[in-house]
């Protein structure tokens, strides 16, 4: 028999949800925008097309967030016995957000690689990511096989094991990308502004994407029974595709950083010292990362 949950609990969260994902919506439209018409000149067909395919997936979870709280609030209203069917639209906009965490947190996997040339931390990064997305895709298949949203409550360990595992694989990501930028401050002293800038960019999107999952969880683990996680579920795909953004939007401020500091640059490339052996910096097309090589001039 189906059970009766609160409307707080359930259609609550849905609302909070549809508020929540439409404002980051809006902001990482804007950040898109910014850089189509600014930030992507050098960049790959490949980088541009990925941003776009992105943006594209976030506009369909916002849609679909949108249609799971229209059928129970408008298509089903004053009908409390429909409301505890699940709305067959979370399903899909739950696999939308397993699909952009994977590319992003890939891509940082693949930065960090490219910043360490050590292939344990992006592997364990990949291999944790793959993790959690079989474990919320599982999730999803056997939400929108439910018949009444306490089916779905029943499978609820699934979501406490993804959101468990996003939390580890969060933390690397942003110990790695602060550690390794602070290293190569150290051994770097003349580009000790432009590393400091990245590290700042690394714990602000890091972190924030850190705490999303800490409190996702917490919620999946002290409310169980509610759909109180939904807001944070959804949304999270909002708060990585902007810390994505805004490490695509940044470089172009970190080239002034460097032009600022030397006077010498190039599309691509930095030459510190004109007379002796020196460091090369190159700003990534995809993302803000520094590559260093020692060449003598």
């Not at 028999?1 to 609160?6: E, L």
Request: glycine residues 4%; charged residues 10%; contains cysteine.
């Amino acid at each position: 028999m189906p059970t009766f949950v609160p409307l707080e609990k359930t259609l609550g969260a849905l609302l909070l949800a549809a508020i929540l994902y439409a404002i980051l919506y809006g902001m990482n439209s804007a950040q898109v925008f910014l850089y189509y018409m600014k930030h992507s000149a050098r960049d790959t067909t490949a980088l541009k097309l990925l941003v776009a395919a992105l943006w594209i997936l976030d506009t369909a979870c916002l849609i679909l967030t949108c249609n799971t709280l229209f059928i129970p609030v408008v298509k089903n209203f004053g009908e409390y016995s429909a409301d505890l069917h699940p709305p067959w639209s979370f399903g899909p906009g739950g696999m939308i957000v397993v699909i952009v965490s994977l590319c992003i947190q890939n891509f940082y996997s693949y930065r960090i690689y490219r910043l360490s040339r050590s292939v344990i931390i992006p592997t364990a990064i990949s291999v944790i990511s793959f993790g959690a997305a079989g474990f919320t895709i599982t999730f999803c298949i056997k939400y929108i096989q439910s018949r009444f949203i306490s089916d779905v409550f029943h499978n609820m360990r699934l979501e406490k094991l993804a959101a468990g595992l996003h939390i580890p694989c969060n933390a690397l990501i942003t110990i790695s990308m602060v550690f390794y930028h602070i290293r190569n401050r150290e051994e770097v002293k003349s580009t000790n502004s432009a590393i400091t800038s990245l590290t700042f960019y690394s714990i602000n999107c890091g972190t924030l994407n850190l705490v999303f999952s800490i409190v996702s969880f917490v919620f999946l683990l002290k409310a169980p029974n509610t759909l109180i996680f939904v807001p944070l579920f959804l949304s999270i795909i909002g708060v990585y595709f902007s810390s994505f953004m805004t490490n695509l939007n940044c470089r172009d401020h970190l080239s002034q950083i460097l032009e600022t500091s030397y006077g010498v640059i190039t599309a691509r490339r930095v030459s510190i010292s004109p007379k002796s052996p020196a460091t090369a910096y190159q700003l990534s097309p995809l993302g803000n990362t520094l590559n260093m090589k020692n060449e003598g001039l």
